[in-house]
């Protein structure tokens, strides 16, 4: 919004390229670090500025379209971002003692409703349809379609497309391997699962019924 108000009216062909160039080289390279990682803190952090870089991809739109498309992915990031890392850091438990891909093999069977809900997390960064990560690149590469950044759309997609491989790595490493032994981990705290709780139901919500978020903040955005 401040960037609407205060910076949008003297931008131009310079700030447009700024946007442009900024988001390919953020989601391109936020993905192939992540790729690399075999620490999931690591792997998220990273995909994170991956995302940043999806993001940056509705300013180089300078649209409508695309500042809406901006705010309602940061909405659904928010939710399945604080679900996967939540869970991380929860299973993670006190120094860290469970941070690598390998520490998750065989969660689905070792604890059942945690490896779920991080499945769904990944699978919506991923963007699957079905949850509110698919719609969210959906707006934003469809306001950059409209606005004729094809050439950026395309790398967006295959970008989408590469950091389906290190999500996909932790829901195969989460039910299809078998884990070496149960774990410990502390047990889930009743603050953990509402959290939980909220950031699955909005993320299957904002994934099949987008329409009403999506309209509200059309809303928000100054016309042009």
């Given at each position: 919004?401040i ?6 009216p003297?931008?131009?062909e ?5 946007f442009?160039v900024?988001?390919a080289?953020t989601?391109?390279?936020g993905?192939?670090?992540a790729?690399t990682q075999?620490?999931i803190?690591r792997l998220l952090?990273?995909s994170?500025?991956?995302h940043a870089g ?10 409508p379209?695309g500042h809406?498309?901006i705010?309602?992915y940061?909405?659904v990031?928010s939710?399945?971002?604080l ?8 299973l993670a438990?006190?120094g ?5 891909l390998?520490?998750?093999r065989?969660l689905?069977a070792?604890?059942?409703t945690l490896?779920?809900?991080l499945?769904i997390?990944?699978l919506?960064l991923?963007?699957?349809p079905?949850t509110?990560?698919?719609?969210g690149?959906f707006?934003?590469?469809s ?13 967006g997609?295959l970008?989408s497309?590469?950091?389906a491989?290190y999500?996909l790595?932790?829901?195969?490493m989460?039910?299809?391997h ?7 981990t502390?047990?889930?705290s ?7 709780g909220l950031?699955?139901a909005g993320?299957f919500?904002?994934g099949i019924?987008p329409?009403w978020?999506l ?7 100054p016309?042009?």
């Amino acid at each position: 919004r401040i960037y609407l108000a205060a910076f949008e009216p003297i931008g131009g062909e310079i700030t447009f390229w700024i946007f442009w160039v900024s988001a390919a080289l953020t989601m391109t390279l936020g993905n192939f670090a992540a790729l690399t990682q075999t620490n999931i803190k690591r792997l998220l952090a990273y995909s994170s500025i991956a995302h940043a870089g999806y993001i940056l991809v509705g300013f180089a739109a300078t649209s409508p379209e695309g500042h809406a498309a901006i705010i309602f992915y940061i909405t659904v990031y928010s939710l399945m971002n604080l679900g996967a890392f939540s869970i991380v850091t929860h299973l993670a438990g006190k120094g860290d003692m469970r941070v690598q891909l390998e520490d998750f093999r065989g969660l689905g069977a070792e604890r059942p409703t945690l490896a779920a809900c991080l499945a769904i997390f990944m699978l919506s960064l991923t963007g699957i349809p079905l949850t509110a990560g698919f719609f969210g690149k959906f707006y934003l590469f469809s306001a950059a379609v409209k606005s004729g950044l094809i050439g950026l759309t395309v790398l967006g997609v295959l970008n989408s497309a590469i950091s389906a491989y290190y999500y996909l790595r932790v829901v195969v490493m989460i039910y299809m391997h078998e884990g070496p032994r149960p774990t410990p981990t502390p047990k889930v705290s009743w603050g953990l699962f509402i959290a939980l709780g909220l950031a699955t139901a909005g993320t299957f919500y904002l994934g099949i019924f987008p329409e009403w978020l999506l309209q509200k903040t059309q809303n928000s955005i100054p016309l042009p």
